[in-house]
């Protein structure tokens, strides 16, 4: 039996809420912070472009002549990402117990997992085109946006719902 049909429908519905409100927290944060500010404003890449590149990872080449449908294609995939990113780790807390005790350093160690991950793993093997390597700015801010930005909000969500999962 998997963990999610061996939970009461309470719990269920409170672990799919905070699946939901995770990723789109995580999904949007991202958004703004990391592939808005920090992309296109101070990197100076153009916000379809980024878009357009989390599109490659499906895609390859094509995904930068698809113009705005593709670059919102991205923008779903990222969201896809999230909600799968915030439910690994919103379920595992449920299973975990020493994850709702220290949600905090466990969300921040998450957040760096989820960088390693990425970028060591999903990346290379999807069909999105190779980036030069990252200057030490560059890979300091990504491995910053992963553990406060994804991995801190999880961490919260984890927290403040600790003692009704119990």
């Not at 390859?60 to 991205?74: P, Y």
């Not at 117990?97 to 949600?103: C, D, G, N, T």
Request: aromatic share 10%; charged share 5%; glycine share 10%.
């Amino acid at each position: 039996m998997s963990a999610i049909a061996s939970t009461s429908p309470s719990i269920r519905s409170s672990l799919l809420r905070q699946i939901v409100l995770g990723g789109l927290m995580i999904g949007t944060a991202d958004v703004i912070i990391y592939h808005w500010f920090v992309s296109s404003v101070l990197g100076g890449y153009p916000l379809t472009s980024v878009y357009q590149y989390m599109a490659s990872g499906a895609l390859g080449e094509s995904a930068f002549a698809g113009g705005i449908a593709t670059a919102l294609l991205g923008v779903l995939f990222h969201f896809m990402v999230s909600f799968v990113v915030a439910g690994v780790f919103i379920l595992s807390a449920n299973r975990i117990s020493v994850l709702r005790r220290y949600p905090f350093v466990g969300s921040l160690l998450y957040g760096f997992g989820v960088f390693i991950v990425m970028n060591m793993i999903v990346i290379p093997l999807s069909a999105a085109p190779p980036l030069p390597a990252p200057t030490t700015p560059q890979l300091v801010m990504n491995i910053l946006d992963h553990i406060l930005v994804v991995g801190l909000p999880l961490g919260i969500i984890v927290q403040r719902n600790a003692n009704t999962n119990n």
